[in-house]
Structures are given as C-alpha cells and as structure tokens.
T-cell receptor, first 111, second 112 residues
C-alpha cells in the first residue's frame, strides 16, 4: 500500500463547478499535511497547508480527518487557470526526513 | 532572489556515463533535498541534507551521491547512469524538513 494515495483522475469539470479531491495516508502518526500544485512540466509549489480544524484560502478549502486518515481539497467556482495536478503531501514523522508526496490528481477545467 | 536554480535543464546520457546535476539556493535554507519524479510514482526522495557537511539517504538513494560543502549548493552525482535513472529531477530547499519546500525548475534526464 502506498504511504499517500490519490485518485490520479483526470477530473474534467466545467468552469464554475465545484470539485473535491481526497487523499489517504497510511501512517496514523503523521504530523503535517499540505496540498501542492504542479503545472504541466513545471515544479511543484505550495498551495496550502492543512490544519486540524480545516482552513480556507479564497476558493480553496482543505480538511483533515485524522480518524479516517484522509485529507481533502475543495475548489469552488473553478477557473481555467486551476487546471493542474494537485499533490497531497504528508510529513510522516518529526525526524530529519522531509515530506512524502502522493502521485497527484489531475484537474482539467473546461470552458 | 533567484530562489532555487538547477542546471542543466535537459541532459541525455549513455549508459555507464557519469554526471553531476547542480543545485543552488540563495534563501539561506538549511534543508535541501533531491527528488525524482516518474509517471504515476509521485516525487521520491533520493538524498537530503540538514546543513553543510551533513547528508543522508532518502527513499531511493542507490546510484546517486551527494555532498554539501556550503549552505548554498547541493549537487547530485550519478555514478554510472542506467536507463532506470531516466526521470525528472527536482532539487528543493526549505528552512526545515517540515516547512514549505521551494523547488527548482527541474532537470529532465534521459539515459539511453
């Protein structure tokens, strides 16, 4: 079983739609959670951190469910510019190792 | 600030050749890491460093060496390239291992 699992998609949605992605992680002791965005043939960039109480940044809402070991990302009012791959990222422990990346969910927003 | 820079952007090697991928950052970050990204596999950690003079292995270290003589630079060496090392390589830096990772633009490597 992968440490961080995501549905690869693609999710094809029309402009203005609401879309949600889930991600599951295997280590119940995981410490920190993030969503990164990666445009085609570009480097990943931090979209938002995910806090225990859930958090929102404009049209983006992230939720964490520790009991079920999953995190989610909700995008409201999708824009063409939201088309990208969204990477679920988890920090598994407090040691020196960095982050574990999921393989990503591809979103294509269509006009 | 240039952020994280990587060279070269593209490289083609023959099996058995060696080469060094360069990575530099100007943000005074202590933590630097190398990842490879393959289709369907996500980013996998190759090696990382928590500061100058300190490096450690990640998830897929075989066939790669690193060194960290300065805070700014973290080169990745391929000792004897193999077709299985065909991938996109990203260097990243951050203040600490759990902090926001800033990535370089990547190096696309093909080994024939």
């Amino acid at each position: 079983r992968k440490e961080v699992e995501q549905d690869p998609g693609p999710f094809n949605v029309p402009e203005g739609a609401t879309v949600a992605f889930n991600c599951t992680y295997s280590n119940s002791a995981s410490q920190s959670f993030f969503w990164y965005r990666q445009d085609c043939r570009k480097e990943p960039k931090l979209l938002m951190s995910v806090y225990s109480s859930g958090n929102e940044d404009g049209r983006f809402t992230a939720q964490l469910n520790r009991a079920s070991q999953y995190i989610s990302l909700l995008i409201r009012d999708s824009k063409l510019s939201d088309s990208a791959t969204y990477l679920c990222v988890v920090r598994m422990d407090t040691g020196r190792r960095a982050l574990t990346f999921g393989s990503g969910t591809r979103l294509q927003v269509q006009p | 600030n240039a952020g994280v820079t990587q060279t070269p952007k593209f490289q083609v090697l023959k099996t058995g050749q060696s080469m060094t991928l360069q990575c530099a950052q100007d943000m005074n970050h202590e933590y630097m890491s190398w990842y490879r990204q393959d289709p369907g596999m996500g980013l996998r950690l190759i090696h990382y460093s928590v500061g100058a003079g300190i490096t450690d292995q990640g998830e897929v270290p075989n066939g790669y060496n690193v060194s960290r003589s300065t805070t700014e630079d973290f080169p990745l060496r391929l000792l004897s390239a193999a077709p299985s090392q065909t991938s996109v390589y990203f260097c990243a830096s951050s203040y600490g291992p759990g902090d926001e990772q800033f990535f370089g633009p990547g190096t696309r490597l093909t080994v024939l």
